[in-house]
């Protein structure tokens, strides 16, 4: 392995020396790399006259030649800006409040209408099958309470008619108002 080594180092120092060698000679020779005889002895200098060529500038589309005096470090006025052929986005509208909802008239009262009486009672519950059920009613007086207990279409108190009972509430109506005027009346909390 290591003689194949040498021997190409040795076939490469070969060829170096021998191209170093040719380079050599063909320097030393008259003509150097060209190989030819001239001198600069031989050369000719001659001085030519060439015409003045003249600077062109565009202005409005004409040509014309530019001016002696103008100065290409400085900066003439700004090109106007060329107009954008594109069309304008529509601008996005706000978003405008909705109007607070107007407020409701009070009822014109009825001539000859009076307001019902408080139904101060409260509703403890019912008992009985669902064609008779009964109500039943507290009525706290000062230190004491009172029970009244009325079926659908009852009276309490004189003036109290008890419309309909339902599982968590009763619906009252009033003695001598009409059928529409009416109180519902939740279930007592205690």
């Known amino acids: 392995m290591k003689k194949a080594e040498n021997r190409r180092l040795m ?3 070969g060829i170096l020396i021998l191209s170093g060698g040719w380079f050599l000679i063909r320097m030393m020779s008259d003509g150097g790399l060209t190989g030819g005889e001239s001198r600069t002895e031989d050369l000719k200098w001659q001085r030519h006259s060439l015409p003045t060529l003249g600077s062109i500038e565009v202005v409005d589309g004409s040509v014309s030649e530019a001016r002696a005096d103008r100065n290409p470090f400085l900066f ?3 090109p ?3 107009p954008d052929p594109r069309p304008r986005p529509t601008p996005v509208p706000k978003p405008t409040r909705r109007p607070p909802p107007p407020r409701p008239s009070p009822t ?3 001539v000859g209408w009076r ?3 408080d139904f101060t009672m409260e509703y403890l519950g019912n008992f009985g099958p669902v064609g008779r059920r009964v109500a039943v009613f507290r009525k706290q007086v000062d230190d004491s309470a009172e029970i009244k207990v009325a079926g ?3 009276v309490v108190e004189e003036d109290f ?3 309909t009972i339902d599982l968590e509430s009763v619906v009252i109506g009033f003695v001598g ?3 529409k005027e009416i109180k519902r009346v939740p279930l007592a909390q205690e």
Do not use: C, D
Request: charged share 15%; glycine share 12%; hydrophobic share 25%.
């Open 11 to 13: 076939i490469l120092v």
């Open 152 to 154: 659908e279409g009852g």
């Open 115 to 117: 307001r019902p009486p």
């Open 76 to 78: 003439g006025p700004p």
């Open 177 to 179: 108002y009409p059928e």
């Open 108 to 110: 014109p009262t009825p």
């Open 161 to 163: 008619i008890v419309r």
């Open 80 to 82: 106007t800006a060329t």
